[in-house]
C-alpha cells in the first residue's frame, strides 16, 4: 500500500476498474453492520478481534462485487460502506503519512490531513487541478463528516435512459434478500451493459 498526500495528486475519477474491490478488507460500522445484517443476512459479514467486516470471496474479491468484462460494479448501493464511498482517500485529523504540510487542507476552520492510496487506478498524479482542490477533495470531506452520500466523480456518464436501467438494477439488487450470484445472474442477463453508472468508491 503506497499512501500519497493529496497534493501529489492532480486529478481523480473512478474508472469502475474494482481493484479497491478485490484487494482490501472493508469495515463496517457497527449501524452499517446491523443494516446489512438484517437486509441480507449475517452470512454476507464477517468479523475480527475488534471489527465487523464485509465477507469476501475465496478469491478475496468482496461478496458484493459484480463484475463484467469491461467494467465492475458495487451491488450495495444504497447501503454502501463509508469505507467504500470514502476510497481511495483518507480524511485525517492528524498527519500520519510524510511530511505534514503536503497533506495539510484547509476546510472552512478546520485543519485537515489527506491521502490517497495509490492503488487506485482512478487517480492521476501531479499538481492538483483546480477541480481536484476544490470540489473533488471538499466533496470526500463531506463524505466523511456524513454531509454527502457520494462523489459526483464516482459515476461514469451514461445516457438517461441507461441511468433509469441502471438505477433500477440497483432497485432490484437492494430490496432483494437472494444470493449475489443471482444478481449477478440476473444482471448478465440484461446485457451489462448498463453498470458505469455505479462506482465502487
Ligand atoms: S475507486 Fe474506482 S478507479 Fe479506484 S480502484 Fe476503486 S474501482 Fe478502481
Ligand atoms: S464498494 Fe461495494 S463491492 Fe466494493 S468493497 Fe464496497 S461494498 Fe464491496
Redesign the pocket.
Known sequence: MQIVPWSQVSSWRCNACGI??RRYD?VLKLPEWLSIVKKYGVKYTASSINSFL?RKRPDGS?T??VEAPNAAF?S?QRT??QA?KLWPFKILDRPKFGSPSNASYRFGNRRLFIYADAACTGLTFGAPTHDFAYSVIPEFIEIAFGLRQNSSKARLSCSRSTNLVALEIARVFEESAAHIAVHRAYAFSLGYQFPLQFC?A
Open positions: 479497491c474491490c472493508v464485509l468482496c458484493f462485487l458495487c450495495l454502501k460502506p467504500c465502487l
